[in-house]
């Protein structure tokens, strides 16, 4: 009996070991080279790790030695000792000159782990790959006994495409606390972000300590609390009180700064003007070109913005800091000074965006600085303003970078360019020779929804996670040298939480990391929905909230000579979708859609899940006939 059970147990082990073998391991962002060898490597209960004294490593070892013991209960001891070591870290006597400051080589063999680099960025990324490898398990908070702690033998050369490779957090719309962003900082470090696009300032907050300013944080932090359909509530009456929002203190931002670089990321600082100020004209009245502004007050998600004539809106409060006015530059001067004191990161982000022009139409003092300065557009007066704040932030040693209608009027001599309106202004500003980061609203934009919006929280436009796949940061025709790199945005006006927060980045910022990571030619959208999967498993231990929306069918909308017809699509491989018309609840039980469908003459509801076999995998949806009909222009 004995023998059989060793035998069965051997025949296990071999088993387990080809299974592991067979499937690719999930990494991601994809790296540029991984060959799987025969053999697993099994982590023994006390680990060594040998490793240089670099300082900067420090963090990413207390990382690995806490990623390694919490789940397995396993013991970490450190040494510079390699050749007993089981895993090794070794920087490259002799640079090698394919991987670059950020790339490394992962050696996993039967009885060791290598991993080199010739930075200590390389070995924190190798490092983070290096975690993928392991069971999803791995993740766990908890010890779990009786698990093997199994990887594949790999062998692994990575480096990135690019330089930039970003991620925006707009704290104003909603605040966020510093526990927060250092948790959304660590996150977007696993996939190998390396810039933590900071958005501090907008019409809804001011998030940041500025000395020289102090009611910016004192009034222009604060709002009133509201739930519902952010941009539509209701305008608060004077009795209702501002305990809503939050800032961070200088030294806040330099213990984030810190813990960021501890994960080889940067922070670009953005301080949103001229438009998007009313936290700082409600702070100080005066930056503004409008004699009404001191009654204004931090906006606390009531609509004053009239989007119905397009970009830029009409607005029916200022929000604009004043052109004409040399308060706004002294301001200004101040405020880069504390920044640039604060971030050591080479650039200053100073918004640019949606800046209303109608208030600056009817002011006097706008008209007169036109008629110094020889201005004949708006657009010419924004970029004034652009030009000068240029002047000050490089005088504060750091580059300038605004979205993309600082083009508008002449670009600022240096700027560089965020493009966010589609491809065109980074491809404008490629073409004068500026630098350039992609983070179009077409592919990027992950505060968009994800799937349809009968059962996503509401936003004005969808991105899904196929169409972010296809970022492609390099637009055709473009000099790649301009092209610093790419990145998502994730606007926080309806974020009201962090498990909402979550929820949005995850999975559309796994897409975005491999488009900025992984050579191009790797990307594969089959491969990376497996290996989304992988990463739910390990985000369901972790407790991170992820959309499940690319499990859950597309529907389109058909006119078909008078008649709706409804078409449903999957946007994974291998999902069936059930259907009923009758208002029950379809399982795999129900008729399974296999062609374009005309609904029953009376039915007044569709509803459809996804299964993948007979495991439901998409959430039920209860989609409004009425809703279709509308939606193929048969009904208003
Ligand atoms: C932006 O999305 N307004 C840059």
Known sequence: ???????????????????????????????????QNAGVFSLPPNITISAPGQASIKNGLEILQQRLTVATGYKVLFGNQAAAATIKLELNKTADAAIGNEGYHLNVTTSSITISANQPAGLFYGIQTLMQLFPPAIESKSVINNMKWQIPCVTITDYPRFGWRGLMFDVSRHFFSKKDVEDFIDQMARYKYNLFHWHLTDDEGWRIEIKSYPNLTIKGAWSVAKQGYFGTFSTPLPDEPKTNGGFYTQQDIKEVIQYAKDRFVNILPEIDVPGHSMAAIASYPDLSCTSGADN????????????????????????????????????????????????PFEYIHVGGDECPKNFWEK????????????????EQVQSYFEKRLEKIVES?????????????????????????????GGIEAAKLKHDVVMSPTTYAYVDYMQGDEIIEPHIYATLRLKKAYEFEPIPAGVDPKYIKGGQANLWSEQLFNVRHMQYMLWPRAFAIAECVWSPKEKKDWNHFTTKVEDQFKRYDIEQVKYAPSMYDPIFTAKNNNGQLQIELATEIDGLDIYYSFDNSFPDNFYPKYTAALTPPKDAVMMKVITYRGDKPIGRMIAMPIDVMQKRAGLKK
């Open 396 to 424: 504060k040693g750091k580059k300038f970078m605004g979205w993309d209608e600082i083009l508008e009027g002449g670009l600022a001599p240096n700027a560089a360019v965020m493009s966010w309106r589609g491809e065109k």
């Open 1 to 35: 009996m004995k023998k059989i059970v060793l035998l069965f147990s051997c025949c296990l082990s071999v088993f387990q070991a080809i299974c592991q073998n067979a499937a690719p391991p999930a990494i991601i962002p994809e790296p540029v080279q991984m060959i």
């Open 363 to 378: 002011s006097d003092a706008i008209k007169a600085l036109m008629q110094k300065e020889g201005l004949t557009t708006m």
């Open 296 to 343: 204004y007050e931090v906006i606390s998600g009531e609509s004053f913005m009239d989007w119905s004539h397009g970009a830029p809106p009409i607005a029916l409060k200022d929000n604009t800091l004043c052109p004409a006015n040399e308060k706004v530059y002294v301001f200004l001067d101040k405020v880069m000074t504390e920044i640039a004191a604060l971030f």
